[in-house]
């Protein structure tokens, strides 16, 4: 939900949408693989996609 949130506000900034997809990607990624560790690396994105998208808009 966060990242779906966080997408569509960060188009305005150059590359700062590549944290956000790369963490849907890894979603997608753990659930097809079925990994625990590639979903805590997916949601250690998240933390990061908006860590990027609340200091892109200060």
Do not use: K
Request: without cysteine.
């Amino acid at each position: 939900m966060v990242i779906a949130v966080l997408m569509p506000p960060l188009e305005a900034v150059l590359f700062a949408n590549v944290v956000t997809a790369a963490a849907n990607s890894a979603f997608g990624l753990a659930l097809v693989a079925n990994d625990g560790l590639l979903a805590l690396v997916a949601f250690s994105l998240t933390g990061a996609g908006l860590f990027v998208g609340v200091n892109a808009f200060l």
